[in-house]
């Protein structure tokens, strides 16, 4: 593999090849198949979410991904007596806690860590101590990053959402108060010494002011990727965001 130490990391979530796959009940596509191109491509590791309602990633691609995977995976899941067994089972590389609701469409909000500190300090600890990194996705907002530091996350990965919608539906001044906010964010949590990653929602359009974010460390990003593997194919779709990436940060 190339020299890739220090570089941002791109972590390429699949979800949505399963959502295609499961939207026939068919084999096929199949996100470990994806998973294995998005190496080839430039993508550091590999991300997936197991959804409480299975909606699209399903335990046996999780057991499958584990098997397969020689990029590390980054297990996203809600904090459930459920999901941490499964997590404790395959001792992924990283488990990301998110917050999840059965109706919406997407991970909609960061977690509401403040407000849950107790019960989320001692969910984490056991996978803390099977190994696994801690990642806790948050708003860039200053009290959940006290409080996932407080916890005892490794890592604190910052919500794009906010940023990508408004840069898409043209408001430009929200758009960069939300920079603004990731961009302090971003810092601030770095001065405490959490690692910080961000994501969602990202797409070519976005990506390159929060991979200037010198702090950041790992962009987690799916669904756009996914979306334009139907018209250049995944490879070079990852391959171009890669080249953003990279372009941004030098
Ligand atoms: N990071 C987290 C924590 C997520 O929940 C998601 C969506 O599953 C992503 C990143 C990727 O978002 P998107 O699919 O919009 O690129």
């Known amino acids: 593999m190339a020299d890739t130490a220090g570089r941002l990391r791109l972590g390429v979530n699949i979800d949505h090849v399963a959502t295609v796959r499961n939207a026939r009940g068919s084999a096929y596509p199949d996100p470990v198949r994806a998973a294995i191109l998005a190496e080839e491509a430039g993508a550091d590791g590999i991300t997936a979410h197991l959804r409480e309602d299975r909606r699209h990633i399903s335990d046996r691609d999780i057991e499958r991904l584990m098997e397969a995977l020689t990029l590390p995976l980054n297990f996203e899941m809600a904090a459930t007596d459920e999901m941490q067994r499964i997590a404790l089972r395959h001792r992924p590389h990283a488990v990301c806690i998110v917050p999840e609701r059965r109706e919406e469409r997407t991970t909609e909000g960061g977690l509401e860590v403040a407000r849950e500190e107790n019960r989320l300090a001692h969910f984490i600890a056991p996978l803390r101590d099977a190994g696994c990194r801690v990642s806790i996705f948050i708003a860039a907002d200053r009290r959940q990053i006290e409080a996932a530091h407080r916890i005892g996350?490794?890592?604190?990965?910052?919500?794009?959402?906010?940023?990508?919608?408004?840069?898409?539906?043209?408001?430009?001044?929200?758009?960069?108060?939300?920079?603004?906010?990731?961009?302090?964010?971003?810092?601030?949590?770095?001065?405490?010494?959490?690692?910080?990653?961000?994501?969602?929602?990202?797409?070519y359009d976005t990506v390159q002011p929060i991979a200037a974010l010198p702090q950041v460390m790992e962009l987690n990003i799916g669904h756009f990727l996914i979306g334009e593997a139907i018209f250049r194919g995944l490879v070079p779709a990852i391959a171009e965001m890669r080249r953003l990436m990279d372009g941004a940060r030098t």
């Open 153 to 203: 996350a490794a890592v604190v990965e910052l919500h794009t959402g906010g940023y990508c919608d408004a840069h898409a539906e043209g408001h430009m001044a929200e758009r960069d108060a939300e920079l603004a906010r990731l961009t302090d964010m971003a810092a601030f949590a770095h001065s405490l010494g959490l690692e910080v990653h961000a994501g969602h929602g990202l797409t």
